[in-house]
């Protein structure tokens, strides 16, 4: 049965909004930076927040808010992964919840792996949990984008304690193949190391590919593994602040039940709410729309790009609604989304602020309806022709 894919919402709508993606630049920019979409809420998020709203249920989340039942049940659904739900706690957010893990899992002062170009956030959060970032950068394989397993043998030989996962990859899109995973916690487990899965863009996977969770990767990644994840991509709800994190293992999820109250303190109560009904399954056919719309804008930009910036490279994301473009044969310096800003009216995010892979690329958010994408690919076309 073929799905209908999900409708954004108006512009002129959109425009009343008050998130960054709609207050940072001037109405005749097209934002396309942050990592926020443009569709209605899934209805069972709608009706959770609204009840709330009508009897002013805006007090401290509960101890037991929910949101860990309700994401073993969409784990299970969605990827058959079978989670123990007393290996589960929650925070305000994934940044957060990997700071505290750093913080309670790896010693001060120690090295930490990331892969560029990676999620600009990584850089900070690791210096923020008071650990050092060692790059070890995806290797671009011609074809697609791979972490670099060598080098990760080679760094966690030379001390670093753990590895800061983005699985699926921001803002390539890769989805780690399974068997890379579980190189990978072998790799981890023979230097006694630790891996934190970033997996907030999972439940964006294309419908044909699979999507690993990394603690079902292997025996080795339940026991290296912590998972620490959210809703707020998939159903853009990040202002409302709730994300869980999983243990693999009994010893991490003693390092779990460590973790100060305070931490579970900070998720919003309509974050637990909205994430409750998110990973309900009545919320499961929103899902499959998304992403049949997500599909279809794939396809859309694909032939954009063929149209509008031939000389653009660009493969086409794992997952997500997310793109990155090396659009370095255009001539507009390093951080091109400057130039596309200024002269073309359309904001994406610095490919610089990624990493040193990023010079000369945009990430571009095609988490829209089809016609804003058509837009913004023509302004930037515009820009590339003149
Ligand atoms: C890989 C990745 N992790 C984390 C986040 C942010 O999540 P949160 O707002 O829950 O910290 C994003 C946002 O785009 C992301 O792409």
């Known amino acids: 049965m073929t799905v209908a894919p999900l409708d954004a919402l108006p512009l002129h709508v959109l425009r009343?909004?008050?998130?960054?993606?709609?207050?940072?630049?001037?109405?005749d920019v097209i934002p396309m930076f942050v990592?926020?979409?443009?569709?209605?809420?899934a209805p069972p998020i709608t009706d959770a927040l609204r009840a709330a709203v009508e009897i002013g249920d805006t007090g401290y989340t509960p101890p037991r808010p929910g949101v860990a039942d309700a994401f073993v049940g969409f784990a299970g659904r969605r990827w058959g992964w079978e989670i123990d739900p007393a290996r589960v706690r929650w925070t305000g957010d994934v940044m957060m919840g990997v700071v505290e893990l750093l913080r309670a899992a790896v010693a001060p002062g120690a090295r930490v792996v990331v892969t560029p170009p990676v999620y600009p956030p990584f850089f900070d959060t690791v210096r923020e949990a008071g650990v050092v970032v060692e790059e070890v950068p995806l290797e671009d394989t011609g074809s697609g984008w791979r972490l670099d397993l060598p080098g990760i043998d080679a760094a966690l030989r030379s001390g670093a304690r753990a590895v800061l996962l983005c699985n699926p990859h921001n803002p390539t899109g890769t989805a780690h193949s399974a068997s890379d995973l579980a190189e990978l916690a072998r790799?981890?487990?023979?230097?006694?190391?630790?891996?934190?899965?970033d997996?907030?863009?999972?439940?964006?996977?294309?419908?044909?590919?699979a999507f690993t969770p990394f603690l079902t990767a292997s025996p080795d990644a339940a026991e290296v593994g912590f998972a620490v994840t959210s809703a707020s991509k998939t159903f853009n709800l990040a202002g409302l602040k709730c994300a869980v994190m999983v243990a693999g293992s009994d010893a991490h999820a003693e390092v779990l039940r460590g973790l100060p109250w305070e931490v579970e303190w900070r998720t919003g109560l309509f974050g637990a709410l909205a994430h409750n009904a998110a990973f309900s399954p009545a919320?499961?056919?929103?899902?499959?729309?998304?992403?049949?719309?997500?599909?279809e804008n794939r396809a859309l930009l694909v032939d954009l790009v063929a149209s509008h910036l031939p000389r653009a490279r660009f493969r086409v994301p794992d997952a997500g609604f997310l793109a990155w473009l090396d659009v370095s044969a255009y001539g507009w310096g390093d951080d091109p989304a400057v130039t596309v800003r200024r002269d073309a009216r359309v904001a994406l995010h610095h490919g610089p602020y990624f990493g040193p892979q990023g010079v000369g690329h945009v990430r571009l958010n095609f988490g829209c309806g089809p016609d804003l994408l058509r837009e913004a690919i023509e302004r930037i076309g515009r820009l590339a022709a003149r």
């Open 199 to 209: 997996e907030i863009h999972g439940p964006l996977t294309r419908p044909d590919i």
């Open 187 to 197: 790799i981890a487990a023979r230097h006694a190391a630790v891996v934190i899965s």
């Open 16 to 27: 009343r909004r008050s998130s960054t993606k709609w207050r940072s630049y001037p109405e």
């Open 35 to 41: 990592a926020e979409t443009d569709f209605a809420l």
């Open 283 to 295: 919320s499961d056919d929103w899902l499959d729309r998304l992403l049949a719309r997500l599909d």
